[in-house]
């Protein structure tokens, strides 16, 4: 009999999904919501047994989804994506209690975004093998062939969303696939696989395995069968998983951490970059892409923070169940000590508190909007990503100052400016390391363009064909002319 447990009104299984089955494991772990500290529910504990049985699944059942082709495919995965749409208010209600994110998001931002990323690829690989390139003597004929077996591991922040990102691409191009979902948030990639199998994939195509990064993902990423390994995580995670990929020299895809600027100039709509940068303080600061380096022309930065604060005093801080809530609490009490920890030893080194810096009265694993100023280049808190509600406040004079601060860092995965000038746009926008340029805006994505990070955010791109670029074996088929019946 499978485990199920009811999480805000919806049954979910705490058990592994191998080989289109409910699976469980002796060990289990505990999953805790990060709202109050509850237990939701014992969650079975894979390794190396279950994640070798998954690929192995996966292995079995790639020959028949590769050669159902992409129109072969197609209906599946819109039913798929159809069945996501079907089921937004149960997985946002899901996914709020398992990582605190606030439901309303949910509701209309990730969980239609991931019907929309499945839905996208499969579209997409319709016109995967269209490509000719016209040589002197041979027709070359470009071919997007899946390449096998992909695992697929993504961090707690939107794991829904995030593995939907990774799973559409991959599915569409035919591999079959594995998931290793974030110990902190691991229901709504289990509903997954139902939502999956009532579309009618077949069993072997999309397997789950539960249980702990080190243990479970450690395992999985060792196994030599594996064709394609896609993780987003922390630049730590990518590291070690970069050494197990390694022996069998497995393609490796990786979206990280960062520590992204946002750029002022005086010029700038400042009503519309105040607002933008509260925004920055979304998911509790739990975002990637977060600008959590402010850089401010000295000129206006006195107005542009008062206008700020009084954007951050909108952000309530509770439940995030509740409507009126801007930020929810962080993921758990690990990562509550590590931000805090941050942050007081910004303090110590001499950061002075512009408004937060301390846990919120609420308690719990609740942190409030931070602003540090008085912060150097060189400190840890300028430097190492906290992955919390707490940004710092620099200014500058001069553009190349700002560039060179922008710059400063190991990470590139974004950058924030708000400016109406067009050349400084174009030179700034040649200039800083970074894999996203956002312009008077912030967070707008759109599928067909690269997603991805320069030196330690990231290896590669997604979006577009970048994805299929990485999922699929790339070949040519190169036909002498005239050399056909
Ligand atoms: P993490 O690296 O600790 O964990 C990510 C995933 O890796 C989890 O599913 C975890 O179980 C698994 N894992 C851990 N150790 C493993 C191992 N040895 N082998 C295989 N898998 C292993 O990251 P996190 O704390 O869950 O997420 C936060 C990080 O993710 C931040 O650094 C954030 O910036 C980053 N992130 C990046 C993006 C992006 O698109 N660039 C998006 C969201 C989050």
Known sequence: MTRIIEVAGVEVSTEHFINGERVPSATTFADISP?????????????????????AAARAAFP???????????????????????????????????????????????????????EFFAERALTLNDETIDSPDVVNHVRYDPSGVSALIAPWNGPFMLTTWKAGPALAAGNT????????????????????????????????VQGIGEVAGAALVANPDLDRISFTGSTDTARIIGRAAADSLTPISLELGGKSPFLVFADADLDKAAQTLAMQYMNAGQVCLAGTRVFVEAS?????????????????????????????????AEHFTRVKGFVDRAIADGAQVVWGGKPHEKGGFYFPPTLLTNVEQDWEISQREV????????????????????NNTKYGLAAMLFTRDAERVARIGRAVVAGTVWVNCFFVRDLSAPFGGCRQSGIGREGGNWSFDFFCDVKNVAIAKDSLA
């Open 35 to 55: 709202i109050d500290g509850s237990h939701i529910g014992d969650i079975s504990a894979g390794g190396q047994d279950e994640a070798d049985a998954a690929v």
């Open 64 to 118: 028949a989804w590769a050669a159902l082709g992409p129109e072969g495919r197609l209906p599946l995965l819109k039913q798929f994506a159809e069945n996501i749409r079907q089921s937004v208010d149960k997985l946002a209600a899901v996914e709020t209690v398992d990582n605190g994110s606030l439901l309303i998001g949910n509701v209309h931002g990730g969980m239609p975004r991931a019907a929309h990323n499945i």
């Open 177 to 208: 696939v594995v998931i290793k979902p974030p110990e902190w948030a691991p229901l709504t990639s289990s509903m997954m696989a139902d939502l999956a199998t009532d579309a009618g994939i077949p069993a072997g195509v999309l397997n789950v």
């Open 300 to 332: 206006i930065a006195d107005e542009l923070q008062l206008k700020m604060r009084q954007a951050v005093d909108k952000l309530t801080v509770g439940d995030p169940r509740e409507k009126t809530t801007r930020m929810g609490p962080l993921i758990g």
């Open 387 to 406: 992955f919390g509600p707490v940004l710092t406040w620099q200014t500058f004079t001069s553009e190349e100052q700002a560039l060179e601060m922008a």
